[in-house]
């Protein structure tokens, strides 16, 4: 009977083990279920073009473990068509810090955020790390001429443009960014003519300077010389007119 008893006992502690491993599986399967739920669910908002919805949904679907990266990007978008810079940086930055595949995305929206509050410099830097990931990127292109503007970057911006243009030559913006690149062209070549002018009027100004600098010392030392030479019979010498003698 004791043996009986001990061999049932086990056999419910082997049930109560499995029903326990099956209890912690299920609920590992739950979670995953319901991670993989609100990423869906705040996705599909996202798509809807909702951002308010979805931003809130996201930021949960990116605190669960094992979250994918494109949470944190969709995110981070959803954050900027709030308006909201400061939170849009903050989840790109965190979306980057475990990137592998939109490395180059996260760094290019942290520099759009940037633009956007007009931090200009901050923005020139994520869109070079951009673009030295991913150097046919257009759009950073772009964007970084556009940033160049706004710092008075002009050869700079023109040099972006160009590129974007030869990456996106069928773009709707080419045509104005054609003529964006004329009025830039005419007037670096007016800022040339200009400089060049400036340097020949210094150069003339500073040669008629030279020219009555040298008049002027030419003049004073012809001065100078008359008044020191001496003229022919002009001094007298004096001499002893009583002889001398000396005396016996």
Request: with cysteine; net charge negative.
């Amino acid at each position: 009977m004791r043996r009986r008893g001990f061999y049932r006992s086990a056999a419910l502690g082997r049930f109560a083990a499995c029903l326990a491993a099956a209890s912690a599986i299920a609920m590992v399967a739950t979670a995953a279920a319901g991670a993989s739920e609100l990423s869906d669910r705040g996705i599909g908002l996202f798509m809807e073009n909702k951002p308010q919805e979805a931003a809130p949904v996201l930021e949960l679907a990116s605190k669960e473990a094992g979250t994918d990266e494109k949470v944190f990007l969709y995110l981070g978008i959803a954050y900027q068509q709030l308006g909201r810079w400061d939170d849009a940086i903050a989840a790109f930055r965190k979306g980057l810090a475990a990137s592998s595949l939109y490395r180059h995305q996260f760094l290019f929206n942290i520099a759009n955020s940037f633009f956007a509050q007009g931090r200009n410099a901050f923005a020139l830097e994520y869109y070079d790390q951009a673009l030295a990931l991913r150097s046919d990127y257009a759009q950073a292109y772009l964007n970084r001429a556009n940033a160049k503007m706004r710092l008075a970057d002009y050869p700079g911006a023109s040099s972006d443009y160009s590129l974007y243009l030869s990456l996106e030559p069928g773009s709707a913006q080419a045509a104005e960014i054609r003529r964006l690149l004329d009025l830039l062209g005419a007037k670096a070549e007016a800022a040339r003519t200009a400089a060049a002018e400036a340097e020949a009027r210094r150069l003339a100004e500073e040669q008629a300077r030279q020219a009555l600098l040298d008049e002027v010392a030419r003049s004073l030392l012809e001065a100078a010389e008359a008044t020191t030479n001496l003229s022919a019979g002009s001094g007298e010498v004096q001499g002893y007119e009583s002889d001398l003698s000396l005396d016996d």
